[in-house]
């Protein structure tokens, strides 16, 4: 696990840029770092070191020194591919697993990565072809930015690495605003700077005489349908649950697991301990507040197995540790678990460096709420008239602490009438259009294209071969939230604290397989993610699997009416946010006020606090390559 860096000139590669730009993401790679320079290219990284630790350093060099390859991630097959590699006549000089991309580039050329099993992010320069080659992971688990134009291509694995250019123009793109307003997260391929992209999941990007050409390798197809029967198909997913555990657990480092007591990591801790012969050493978050809080079922699940439990309790005195995070999170990112998946990161790294985790179980198997809730909706396609009631509920009932009757209402409000596409974008949505119409200032709105973010959503919704509204969900997901929120949340929380993360779920494999089941296997009669459920019977207790999924969720709305309220009052309507132009100052107040006497507002004012957080940390400030001081303790 490391970060990368590297640029492509025409009028010769910024070696002291390059380096610059390491340094911004030493955290990625504490153990040591490499580059290789060579006229107009520099390409470099920060090491964690996981596997062959004393030989792995990069860049790493094919047998005449003609390609070069950094690397961000791990190649759970490397061995497998190594000795093929070895008998097609390949010498290997180290036992890296970056070394199999540097002969498979040879032998493949850009389709070396359809034949990687794993997560990565990467980048070879081949000196004979004067071609740089960009790749990114199938499900989107490594990230990369990168710009480029017709003389001049610079990457890198966080945004933070390309903001070390001075003569970079640090300008917001107003349609990335916008569509960060609506799903709580910058989509690819835009990023909130303008000129700059993150190379999608499943694309390759090869620059070579100033022009960039992009190929996507690999996508799920929900059209080719399993003949196993149910029992079948149960087993077959424990033996994939298992096997790509097993891959994920080869390491040189101490090794363990993220536990919420939710089924997606319970059942990859279950995993891990079959595999395992020692005890697994498994990480929990809880709250004080009881609603939020899984502890207890974690518990149960450490105590089943034997496991090395560790705990730590988020108390609101977190928010000591957003201005940090809004370093590490160099774009706007509102998604609030971000908070304590930063803490439960570190809490692991104080023991492992390498962490498993559940992620993708519910995007592969059908595991929200709201997958159920619309497919309910879809049986009852007339009863959009009772929305004006459920809103003047949800707007006049005072908030509920324990996400019970308001939450509902507003989720229920969402989904009735409409067709199901308009039904799930407006569940999953933070602002809806005539939320962000109400909210921006007119010279805001003169500067965005009406609608784009619904543009955006209807594109993802029906690029895929799904043929049932629950696939088409489930492969809307996967092409947005899961790589979007997700994925970046984890990578981004666990490399500030110098940890691996590992998720045997989204192995495509397993991702594969899922989308090959029917959907009354995934959502049935209400029940999410049926056949995962049914896999871990016998492995987890009945009442694990069955209870209601609680999410990794935070008190945020509690704690904008208490200890974050001044904070949150201060940062959005003083006379910085307000010159910025984007939002009218009092709608931004009414938010505010409405919240803090009962209504709940607070995904909205989340989001908004995370961007002026953003704003003050990248924009107002010149960056460094320090992160800011963490001023206390949530312990």
Known sequence: MCGIAGQVSAGGADAGLVQRMCDAIEHRGPDGEGRHVDGDVAIAMRRLAIIDVGGGQQPIFNEDGTVAVVFNGEIYNYPELRQSLIAAGHTFRTHS???????LYEDHGNRCVEHLRGMFAFAVWDATQRLLLLARDRAGKKPLYYRANETELTFGSELKTLLQDPRFDRTVDLQALDHYLTFQYVPAPWSIISGVQKLPPAHTLTYVDGRCTLRRYWEL??????TLTEPEAVERLRELILESTRIRMVSERPLGAFLSGGVDSSLVVAAMARESSGPVRTFSIGFEDQAFDEREYARRVAERYGTEHHELVVRPDAATVLERLSWFYDEPFADS???PTYYVSELAKEHVTVALNGDGGDESFGGYRRYAANLAADRFPDLKFLRPAFGWLHDHLPADPRRGLVHKLSRASSMLGDDAQARYLAVISYFNYRQKQELYTPAMRRQLRPGASRDLFDKIWWDNDAQSLTDRMLA???ASYLPGDLLVKVDIATMANSLEGRSPLLDHHVMEFAASLPSSWKIRQGTTKYLLK???????PDDILDRPKM???VPIGAWLRSELRDMAWDLLTDATASGRGYFDPAEVRRLLTEH???HDHSPRLWALLQLELWHRTWLDRKPGTEPPALPGTAR
């Open 97 to 103: 697993d970056t070394e199999v991309i540097a002969h």
């Open 551 to 553: 999410g990794f969720g």
């Open 476 to 478: 809307t997901d996967v």
């Open 596 to 598: 803090a006497s009962g």
């Open 337 to 339: 678990s971000a908070v």
């Open 221 to 226: 197809s929900y059209a080719d349908k399993t």
């Open 534 to 540: 049914e896999a871990g019977r016998g492995w987890l």
